[in-house]
């Protein structure tokens, strides 16, 4: 039966050769105040040096698995079917819960949600503050939220472990928003904690190739949205951006 008043909570990290930047996601984990946390770590076999740096904290995560993979939506499916939490987040590597206290403000803002979300700083490879997300988190979350961008990111959505499934891997870049969405479409109490739960480090395979990326968003928004509104929604995200970048270079002019 689920302890309501301090669910267990799988937290995911899957990490490839990143001995740099694994330590600090590792550290935002493991001293949580929140006690009830089931820490999962999948390695896709790294040969850097991240193993190490993994293993000097074995005692503090309840399973690391090392082995090769299909990309990073395949290590993440392996997370998924080692959780045994009530809740699951992922924080790949890279990646940090806010503060040390997150977790547990998180879970005291309100009692048994299907999904709690917040927002989400942006970090730069030299670990500089770049701000809150271009798309920020909206006042109430639900399956709609996502027609004109990812609204929330995956670092800083806490969802009900029987509310998802898998990641499709047909999706090689933005499997994520489909995962998302889906259990979107199945929760009623959805928690909007008003505070930042996580820290993003910039990059990744999405941004390096972006244009695939867009394709397949496009394609998941299809599927939720429909053709016709995705169309007219997207005309709104070109205005927006449009926008956007306009009072972005006067701001830095």
Not at 15 to 43: G, H, W
Not at 120 to 139: I, V
Not at 167 to 184: G, M
Request: hydrophobic share 40%; with cysteine; proline share 2%.
């Amino acid at each position: 039966m689920e302890n309501k008043s301090s669910p267990l909570l799988s937290v995911i990290t899957v990490v490839f050769n990143n001995a740099a930047n694994i330590e600090r996601t590792v550290l935002s984990v493991i001293n949580q105040t929140y006690p009830n946390i089931e820490y999962i770590i999948i390695d896709g076999a790294s040969s850097d040096g991240t193993l190490n740096v993994i293993e000097k904290y074995r005692d503090r995560i309840a399973v690391v698995m090392s082995e090769t993979d299909k990309g990073i939506y395949d290590a993440m499916n392996k997370g998924l079917a080692l959780a045994t939490g009530d809740y699951v987040l992922f924080m790949n590597s890279g990646d940090e819960i806010y503060t040390n206290d997150t977790v547990e403000k998180v879970f005291s803002c309100s009692p048994d949600a299907d999904i709690y979300y917040g927002e989400t700083e942006m970090y730069d490879e030299d670990w500089k503050s770049l701000g809150k997300r271009r798309h920020h988190a909206p006042e109430r979350l639900n399956s709609g939220s996502f027609r004109f961008g990812m609204s929330v990111s995956h670092q800083a959505i806490y969802i009900k472990r029987n509310l998802v499934s898998l990641y499709n891997l047909d999706y090689q870049l933005s499997a994520d928003i489909d995962w998302i969405l889906n259990a979107l479409t199945k929760a009623t109490k959805i928690v909007n904690t008003k505070m930042y739960v996580a820290k993003y480090l910039v990059g990744g395979m999405s941004k390096k190739k972006h244009r695939l990326s867009l394709i397949e968003r496009f394609k998941i928004f299809n599927k939720y949205y429909g053709l016709i509104p995705n169309l007219l929604n997207h005309i709104v995200i070109a205005s927006k951006l449009l926008v956007y970048y306009v009072k972005y270079r006067r701001t830095n002019d």
